[in-house]
Nanobody, 123 residues
Framework: QVQLVESGGGLVQAGGSLRLSCAAS????????MGWFRQAPGKEREFVAA????????RYAAPVKGRFTISRDNPKNTMYLQMNSLKPEDTAVYYC????????????????WGQGTQVTVSS
């Protein structure tokens, strides 16, 4: 089992940047594929980005490709999401999640979730 804690959210103006972190407990972080998801008010949770356990592969949702970068530091049990050129439509609660099996953009494939961190982008 792994516990996940997000941090780094906040209020930023459009065009600005934020870096989110996801700290994982336990000694098996490197065995999980990891992902970022987000949920805006009144909308369903959606996939943002994912990274493989060995850091070789990444995936991005179309709306963030070219603006967001996912990364991880396995010895530090931490995953990151660098968000640049932020837009008001990026406003959401951002969640990190861990998958024991697949590198996926599908919510059911993820076994463990953090509590989320709020990102608000003002226009």
């Amino acid at each position: 089992q792994v516990q996940l804690v997000e941090s780094g959210g906040g209020l930023v103006q459009a065009g600005g940047s934020l870096r989110l972190s996801c700290a994982a407990s336990g000694r098996t972080f490197s065995s999980y594929n990891m992902g970022w998801f987000r949920q805006a008010p009144g909308k369903e949770r959606e996939f943002v980005a994912a990274i493989s356990r060995n850091i070789v592969s990444t995936r991005y949702a179309a709306p963030v490709k070219g603006r967001f970068t996912i990364s991880r530091d396995n010895p530090k049990n931490t995953m990151y999401l660098q968000m640049n050129s932020l837009k008001p439509e990026d406003t959401a609660v951002y969640y990190c999640a861990a998958s024991r099996y697949l590198l996926s953009g599908l919510i059911p494939e993820y076994d463990y979730w953090g509590q989320g961190t709020q990102v608000t982008v003002s226009s």
